[in-house]
Each structure stands twice: as C-alpha cells, then as structure tokens.
C-alpha cells in the first residue's frame, strides 16, 4: 500500500454524499496542497443546498446518439475533479461536492444514461456502455494535457472500473487519481447485507433477490418508501435532511432506467478493470453499507494492491457518526 499523505485536515460530511467528499477531499487536497471544507465549517446542511454557482451544460453525444447531460462548475483552469453517481441518482447526488469545491476547482457532474436529463439510448445496458458513457464525458471535459481527479460512487464507481478495463490506454492519459466510493465489481447479489434482512426474517435466495433488482415498479413518496429507503442506502444516523435529499434524487430515477440498470448489475464482473488503475487509487466504504458492504471494498484493495495502484483503504465506522 502506497503512503498517504494529507495537508491539514481532509473531511467533508454531508449526508448521503458524505463518504464519497470525505475521501475526495482527501485526494484533491494531497495532489492541489489545499485547504478542504469540513461539515464544522458550514452551517447545518448548508452544502445540501441548490449551488449557487451558474453551470456550463456541455452536451456529450454516445456512439448510439444518446446525449448525456454534463454540468461544470468553476474556473475552467482549476484542477479537475469529475464525479460518477450511482445507481437510480443523478448528478446532483454531488451537490455537497459541488457546494464545497466548486470555487476552487473545476466540479463536473453528469447523469448516467436513462437516469436524470441523460437519455437512455438504444443500447443494451452494461458494463461496456459505462465504461463508453465516462470515456465520452471525459473526452469533453479533460482538455489535452491536463488530468482530472476521478471520483465514483456505487455504479459510478463500477463505471470507473469497467472504463479502466475497457480504455486501459486512457487511465494515465486523463486522470491524476480516483476514489472509488461504495461500489463493487462483481458478485453484487450475493455479497449485499440486504439478502440478510433484519430480525427473524430468512435469508433471500440470489435467485429471488435478481428479479428484485429489476423491477420497474414505481416508487412513490411515502413513510414507508422513506424508512425502506434509509435502511436500504443511508446510514442509520442520516437526518432527515438528508433522507428527504436522497429520497428525492431516487424518485425521480424512472421505474424501467431502475430496472434496466438493475439488471445489467446483477451479474456484473468487471475485476480485470483493477490492473489497469495506474494511478493512486483509494477504496472507500461505510461500515454499516448494505448495499455494497465492506466485503467488496476489501476485495476491491486487495487487487489494486497486488497490482501496485492502491493508495489507501478507508472503512469509515458507523457507530463514530
């Protein structure tokens, strides 16, 4: 494991963004020398707001003809950072980020395809089309000679490492570092917390929990979609505030994007991806994950060191929030 250095204090806490900032921070700050924004800093859910900086919209056109909605915040000549969301989000899961780095580097978010204002295309879903999908975007948004810090949470961290597997010759091109934040490379099913279910409930079968992942009934804003929802994504000492953030970025998620990506992830194997990451890279996860529990961080350091690219593993503990 490479020596990880830090310049003064590197935490960002916001929500259900405050894992991917945290560990964000910490590579930006090691590459750019600069002071980051801690939640102490801030009044109370003060990043979850709408940002207050005007966006460039930069339209990206796939292969297929989908167009895929990118936002840049900041002075084009920043350091870069380029943030991948998860599953049934968009880019404005990235709001805290966007809010806290923004006036001093250059933030750019973009919606997955089908998720958000990006369209879905004709493709069929998989790790090939994530990994084609981000080399797009960065091709728009890395001018020549310059590298971007590569940020990925869930399936935006899937898509980092299906990119890496898919364009090896473009890692060190375009990007300086990556975190890879909550997210998995195969065996997703049967690795998550969630086949356990709480109490005295059995074991759901890997058979069962597949179909799960693809259905496309719609979710409706309710009690109970709120306290499946924390349970299922959020820390159990996620806010209110930070719930009703979330839950409003995964309504809006249309029910067949849910389920057509929900599919391909399934049966998702991308671990050749990890050889090619090489750049410092740095794994990060919460203890109390469900969705891609800390079994799938470990894995995921142990290939980046054997292959010599893991700057650091970070396994934040739920019960010191």
């Known amino acids: 494991m490479k020596k990880f250095t830090r310049s003064r204090t590197v935490l960002l806490a916001a929500g259900a963004s405050a894992l991917a900032g945290a560990a964000v921070a910490a590579v930006a700050a090691r590459r750019a020398r600069s002071t980051v924004v ?57 709001t805290p980020q966007i809010n806290a780095f923004a ?20 493709r069929r879903l998989g790790p090939d089309v994530l990994a084609e999908d981000l080399s797009a975007v960065l091709d728009a948004v890395v001018p020549a000679g310059r590298k971007a810090v590569l940020a990925g949470h869930s399936m935006g961290g899937m898509s980092i490492i299906a990119w890496a597997e898919r364009f090896p010759e ?47 009934v719609p979710f409706y804003d309710s ?62 996860v919460g203890s109390a994950d469900r969705l891609t529990p800390p079994v799938h961080a470990r894995r995921l350091a142990a290939g980046l060191e054997q292959a010599g690219n893991l700057e650091r593993l970070v396994v934040l503990d739920a019960s010191a929030t």
């Not at 919209?57 to 900041?74: N, S």
């Not at 109970?224 to 809006?252: H, M, N, W």
């Open 38 to 94: 801690r939640t102490k800093d801030v009044a109370p859910h003060a990043l979850l707001s709408t940002p207050t900086l005007e966006a460039e919209e930069i339209e990206v056109r796939t292969d297929d003809g989908a167009r895929l909605r990118v936002l840049a915040y900041g002075d084009p000549d920043a350091q870069l950072l380029v943030f991948s969301h998860g599953w049934t989000c968009s880019g404005m899961y990235w």
């Open 103 to 122: 006036d001093r580097y250059r933030v750019v978010v973009y919606d997955q395809r089908g998720h958000g204002a990006s369209e879905v295309g004709t």
């Open 170 to 216: 473009q890692v060190s091109q375009k990007v300086a570092g990556v975190l890879l934040a909550s997210t998995g490379m195969d065996n997703l099913v049967a690795d998550t917390a969630l086949l356990a279910l709480p109490e005295r409930f059995p074991r759901v079968p890997v058979k069962a929990a597949r179909p799960l992942l693809g259905a496309t």
């Open 223 to 284: 009690k109970l979609t709120t306290r499946a929802l924390k349970y299922v994504a959020l820390s159990p000492s996620a806010t209110d505030a930070e719930v009703d953030f979330c839950q409003k970025i995964v309504l809006g998620c249309p029910p067949r994007t849910r389920g057509g990506w929900g599919v391909a992830l399934s049966t998702l194997d991308i671990h050749e991806g990890l050889g090619n990451l090489d750049v410092p890279t740095t794994v990060l």
